[in-house]
C-alpha cells in the first residue's frame, strides 16, 4: 500500500542549483499534483498534470517545470533555485480532474535553499 | 479565484474538550473535504461531503456542508493528545475543466494532556 512515494524527503540546496523531486503513484490515478506548503499559506498548487501527456500551471508556477514521464510518475525541477523556493513540496494524485473523492497525498520533500 | 477563509488559525485546548473550526468560502462548492496532516506527513483526507446540508460523522468527527454551499464546519468531541495537527479544509467542485482542490490556510490544533 505505497499510495504516492516521494524523493528525496530532504534536500538542501545553494541558489543557483538545480533538483527534480520526484513523484510516483501506484493507484493507478490519472490526475497527479505538485503542491507547496509555507507557514501560515496552507497549500498552493503549482502545476498539475490532468491525464498522462498534459500539464497545466496552477496558483504558483513560476521557477519551476514539470515532466508527466508516464502515469505514475510526475516530476517537479527547479531549475536555479532560489531562498524563496525554500519550502516543503508534496505530490498529490487522484483518479481524474473532479472526482468526488479528493486527492491522495504523498509525505512530502523539505527543501531549503541557502 | 475561489479562496477559503478558515478559522480558527490555531487553538490551544485542555485534552477532553470539544473543538470547533469552520471554512467559508465567497462562492459554492459541490464537495466539502477536511484533511489531517500530522507532523512530518502529507494530509489525509478526514471527512468528504457531497451535498448541502449534509452531516457526516468519522469517530469523533462530525463535519456539515452548509445549506449555502459556501461553508463547512468540522468539530471534534473529547479530545485527546493524537488529535494534534493542522486541520485543512478544502472545496471542489467537479464537472468542470479542472476539479482542482482549494484548500483553507489550516487550523493548528494543540491538545494539552
Known amino acids: 500500500n505505497a499510495g504516492v512515494t516521494q524523493t528525496p524527503k530532504f534536500q538542501v540546496l545553494k541558489t543557483g542549483q538545480s533538483m527534480t523531486l520526484q513523484c510516483a503513484q501506484d493507484?493507478?490515478?490519472?490526475?497527479m499534483y505538485w503542491y507547496r506548503q509555507d507557514p501560515g499559506m496552507g497549500l498552493r498548487l503549482i502545476y498539475y498534470s490532468a491525464s498522462e501527456g498534459t500539464t497545466d500551471k496552477g496558483e504558483v508556477p513560476n521557477g519551476y517545470n514539470v515532466s508527466r514521464l508516464n502515469k505514475r510518475e510526475f516530476s517537479l525541477r527547479l531549475e536555479s533555485a532560489a531562498p524563496s523556493q525554500t519550502s516543503v513540496y508534496f505530490c498529490a494524485s487522484s483518479v481524474r480532474p473532479g472526482t468526488v473523492v479528493g486527492y491522495t497525498f504523498g509525505s512530502g520533500t523539505r527543501l531549503t535553499v541557502v | 479565484g475561489q479562496q477559503l477563509n478558515q478559522s480558527p488559525q490555531s487553538m490551544f485546548i485542555q485534552e477532553g474538550e470539544d473543538v470547533s473550526m469552520n471554512c467559508t468560502s465567497s462562492s459554492i462548492f459541490n464537495t466539502w473535504l477536511w484533511y489531517k496532516q500530522e507532523p512530518g506527513e502529507g494530509p489525509v483526507l478526514l471527512i468528504a461531503l457531497y451535498k448541502a446540508g449534509e452531516l457526516t460523522s468519522n469517530g469523533r468527527l462530525t463535519a456539515q456542508f452548509g445549506i449555502t454551499r459556501k461553508d463547512s464546519f468540522l468539530n471534534i468531541s473529547a479530545s485527546i493528545p493524537s488529535d494534534v495537527g493542522i486541520y485543512f479544509c478544502a472545496g471542489q467542485n467537479y464537472g468542470g475543466s479542472q476539479g482542482n482542490l482549494i484548500f483553507g490556510k489550516g487550523t493548528k490544533l494543540s491538545v494539552k494532556p
Open positions: 493507484m493507478n490515478h490519472n490526475s
